[in-house]
């Protein structure tokens, strides 16, 4: 054993004196480690000495030599590979649409309310409003349904501006006849014949009245503001103050114009006043005033009449006898607002003979109740200058403008 040992230090001697010209610091230099290729530990190769001869130095092992995991601590970096790096793998192409089925397991990770965001597509740029789609114009079947529908709507408008038109001709009518035609004088002088007709009471046309007009009786031209006709029971006119005022009944028979609008017409003009009577023997009379009017209300609708002519008797004025039971004078009386001269009764209510002007309480009673002879006692449509207490058939009141005013 000991001879084996010389043998190899004598051969390691001989082989060290063949490389005196290197040393261990040169060899560092331009000799490389040798890397075990297992374990990756690093060994300088030899170190020379021109005294000992070639030897392994144990300072020059490294401490971590034997340490495996401490190896790679002190392994020299390496080379950067000159030869370029293969290229990506080209990315796939995306429809931006998932699989139904992955994308109901995304949606159900992220949660309801959230949303897999797709990507953002540009949006298209808007057209102008105002501008024309040439594919419109681009057949001869487009051309002709874009001008029908031009023309339909042309039309459209047209009946439209036709309607409004005619709305308007007819409102400056309706203006222009509550400005000239005010009564039914207005009307005979435009060779209206006798009839019902309609007129405003304020230019807002808001209080129409239906009137008779008789265009016959004494040259025309007279508007009836009270008619009772033969055997008509069909308006009561035992009413109230507002009634009265207002006016009520029907033009195709009874009724009673209204002490309002009497007192508009006969204070926009001079009017004169005509009663047409009838008894029931079929004898006719009449009473005329060419002088008649009424004050507003707050001073009761006192009535003003007088300058009397005619066949019935003055029993409104009785210029030759003044009494107390003339009208000229009172101011109008009902049943729930006296106005009359007497202490002791309201006529109106008392015999319960409808509105008047009565003084205590009066020669005539046209508004009283309709009664056939022999059917009380004096109380119902009566002209006392005329028949006494007997009840007359019919009456009518009616106004005109003054001929002689």
């Known amino acids: 054993m000991e001879g084996t040992w010389w043998w190899i230090l004598l051969a390691l001697s001989v082989f060290g004196k063949g490389c005196e010209s290197r040393t261990l610091d040169a060899g560092r230099s331009d000799a490389e480690l040798f890397s075990h290729p297992i374990h990756g530990i690093s060994l300088p190769i030899v170190s020379s000495d021109h005294e000992t001869g070639f030897m392994i130095g144990l300072n020059d ?10 190896a790679a ?11 370029p790096p293969p290229p990506p793998p080209p990315a796939p192409e995306y429809n931006n649409i998932f699989p139904m089925e992955e ?29 024309f789609d040439e594919d419109i114009f681009s057949t001869e079947q487009d051309t002709t349904v874009i001008m029908r529908r031009m023309y339909d709507s042309l039309t459209k408008r047209l009946n439209m501006l036709r309607s409004r038109v005619t709305s308007v001709e007819q409102t400056a009518r309706d203006v222009l006849a509550r400005l ?56 009561d006119f035992n009413r ?14 009874d009724y ?49 009449v007088s300058g009397y002519s005619g066949t019935a008797g003055d029993s409104m004025t009785n210029e030759d006898q003044a009494d107390n039971y003339t009208a000229d004078g009172m101011m109008f009386t009902t049943h729930d607002v006296d106005h009359d001269t007497s202490h002791e009764i309201n006529c109106a209510k008392y015999w319960k003979i ?30 006392h200058m005329w028949r006494n207490k007997e009840y007359l058939r019919s009456s009518a009141i009616m106004i005109r403008p003054a001929r002689n005013p």
């Open 61 to 70: 092992l490294q401490p971590g030599l034997m340490d495996k995991g401490n």
């Open 73 to 83: 601590a002190h392994r020299p970096e390496a080379a950067t590979p000159t030869t």
């Open 103 to 131: 994308r109901e397991t995304v949606e159900r990770a992220l949660g309801e309310s959230d949303v897999i965001p797709d990507e953002p597509v540009p949006p298209e740029p808007a057209e102008p409003e105002d501008e």
């Open 180 to 235: 000239t035609v005010l009564d039914c004088a207005d009307l005979q002088a435009q060779g209206k014949p006798s009839g019902v007709y309609k007129f405003h009471m304020d230019h807002n046309g808001k209080r129409p009245v239906t009137v008779v007009c008789d265009m016959d009786t004494d040259g025309g031209g007279w508007t009836v503001i009270q008619r009772r006709q033969p055997h008509s029971r069909t308006v």
């Open 240 to 253: 109230g103050w507002h009634d009265y005022k207002m006016g009520f009944g029907n033009a195709s028979s």
């Open 256 to 304: 009673w114009i209204g002490l309002e609008n009497i007192y508009i017409w006969t204070n926009t003009r001079h009017y004169e006043l005509r009663i047409e009577l009838t008894d029931f023997d079929g004898d006719s009379a009449y009473a005329l005033y060419d002088k008649f009017y009424i004050d507003n209300e707050s001073r009761g609708y006192r009535l003003h």
């Open 354 to 383: 409808g509105g008047w002007w009565f003084n205590r309480c009066s020669w005539a009673n046209l508004n009283g109740p309709y009664k056939e002879p022999g059917d009380g006692d004096g109380i119902g449509i009566n002209w």
